[in-house]
């Protein structure tokens, strides 16, 4: 290493330290001076809060130790003190003002709802409230809409679908539509069917006709409605037998009897399925054609149970297909099913899309969002500021810088990641989105503790006093005025789970050097 090299070191080291005392006295003297004039609790590394020192202290760098002062919002006098606990370890608690091993004095708790605070209110360090990363968002009354997201399937429309049946017996002579898959329009031929049954009632309206012809102009008024009401009644007959109006007329002009009687598509649509051939003897229980009209399909959903109370008759759909990439296609719900399927759990929905380029086939998969109705005016905060531990949902409302107070609310409808908050929460409310569970495992551990006080009143002193020494083991990070101060309470979390078994229960604590302290 050359000797520049080394010169250049020893200079930017001094500079660094120079400049950490600069602000060491000028930022963090300011800031001590305008806490309080007290005499500080303990002295406190300014770039580790975690060490402290029971006196005035420099760091490595000759940065000088912030002092740490008692909160002055309310004094020991106002409050009750339960017991007075270890600043270097929380689970270490004395009935009666004490030192530890380093002469610093054990930190006062109080008891609870002495200032008006909600039971379970968490007092934090505003340097522990940015460590553990606690951020917060504002509760807003708004707008709330829902997405729903499924899977559907592609369906004949039931109201377009036809199976043709002959009204007679007889043979196929022709098929003129004879391959599944075809399109045929309405009042196209089918096929051709021989019935000696239409060739008698073609007769008979023949006949009907030449007696019309010869007493129509009878002057007998019942002579000539008689001959007429023949000739409608035999007309009607070849007409409910699906005999086609052009054969009708044929005959009417002919005077001459068809042997072959067509059959006409009574819809537009596509053949299905085929169930004759040529040649084939037919009756009324023969299906000749299945046809769908495609123009207009259904598309079948399932909807989980929580998602219902969401879809209305008539909410707007979209939907797409991995066969047809780059094209939405729009809908609307038609129908909810008023039943459940067993299996899944599940509701079905009929949807109505139009497909006039037949892109939409029956029985395809489709992804599709039902775009349910809008909420006006609810109060909505994010999805994770709500804690689901235990028996009530709840949030954290933040009071004041560092203090939060727990909160049950009832909860609405859930969306997008946000949720509606029908009763808990005001619009405006600053509420805690993360870390809230370090905060809740140390808001029940102080409701825990103040339920103990609250069971305990009326007691022996003695025995009372005991009893809150006991309980310190159990305050872990505690909401008092030094809460998760992080000076030397960085372990505090890692004794929580050792303070029944080894705390005594005889109104003594342990001292930082496992010495006993009696009252």
Do not use: C
């Amino acid at each position: 290493m050359s000797k520049a090299t080394i010169i250049a070191g020893v200079i930017m080291l001094g500079l660094g330290l120079a400049g950490g005392y600069w602000l060491s006295q000028n930022i963090g003297g300011s800031m001590v001076a305008e806490v309080s004039d007290s005499e500080p609790l303990y002295y406190r590394n300014p770039m580790n809060p975690s060490v402290t020192s029971p006196v005035p202290a420099q760091d490595s760098m000759g940065m000088d130790y912030i002092p740490v002062y008692a909160e002055e919002k309310s004094t020991p006098s106002e409050r009750k003190i339960l017991y007075y606990r270890n600043p270097m370890n929380p689970s270490v608690t004395s009935p009666t003002p004490m030192k530890d091993s380093m002469g610093m004095d054990y930190v006062p708790v109080y008891a609870e709802g002495e200032s008006g605070d909600v039971v379970g209110t968490v007092k934090i360090d505003p340097v522990v409230v940015q460590n553990i990363g606690v951020r917060t968002a504002i509760a807003k009354s708004e707008s709330i809409s829902r997405t729903i997201r499924t899977v559907g399937r592609v369906d004949f429309n039931e109201e377009r679908m036809a199976r043709l049946h002959p009204k007679v017996q007889g043979w196929i002579e022709e098929l003129y539509i004879d391959k599944t898959g075809e399109t045929v329009v309405s009042d196209d031929i089918l096929l051709s069917i021989y019935s000696p049954q239409l060739v008698s009632t073609q007769q008979e309206y023949l006949l009907a006709l030449n007696n019309l012809a010869a007493l129509g102009e009878s002057p007998f008024e019942e002579i000539r409605h008689g001959a007429e009401n023949l000739a409608k009644s035999s007309r009607e007959r070849l007409q409910f037998l699906d005999v086609p109006e052009h054969q009708i007329r044929e005959l009417e002009k002919s005077r001459e009897i068809k042997k072959n009687i067509h059959i006409h598509s009574p819809v537009d649509g596509t053949v299905l399925r085929i169930g004759v051939r040529q040649g084939q003897h037919v009756t009324p229980q023969q299906e000749l054609y299945m046809l769908a009209d495609l123009r207009e399909v259904w598309v079948l959903a399932d909807i989980y149970e929580n998602e219902i109370p969401w879809v209305n008759v008539g909410d707007d759909v979209e939907m797409t297909l991995t066969s047809v990439p780059g094209k939405t296609f729009t809908g609307e719900v038609a129908y909810i099913y008023p039943y459940s399927e067993a299996k899944t759990r599940t509701t079905k929905v009929r949807l109505v899309f139009d497909n006039p380029d037949l892109l939409l086939r029956p029985d395809m998969f489709s992804e599709v969002k039902i775009l349910s109705d809008t909420r006006t005016n609810s109060i909505v905060v994010p999805s994770e500021a709500v804690v689901r531990s235990g028996g009530n949902p709840q949030v954290f409302v933040v009071r004041e810088p560092g203090k939060f107070e727990p909160r049950v609310v009832t909860l609405g409808v859930e969306s997008g990641g946000r949720i509606e908050v029908l009763d808990g929460v005001s619009d405006g409310e600053e509420v805690v989105t993360s870390a809230q569970f370090l905060v809740d495992s140390e808001s029940k551990l102080r409701e825990a503790t103040a339920k103990m006080m609250e069971a305990l009143k009326g007691g022996d002193p003695q025995t009372d006093a005991d009893h809150s020494a006991h309980s310190g083991g159990h305050e872990g990070i505690d909401g008092s005025d030094s809460d998760m101060s992080g000076a030397g309470h960085g372990d505090s979390h890692s004794d929580m789970g050792h303070e029944m078994s080894d705390e005594p229960d005889h109104g003594m604590g342990e001292d930082a050097q496992g010495g006993m302290v009696h009252d």
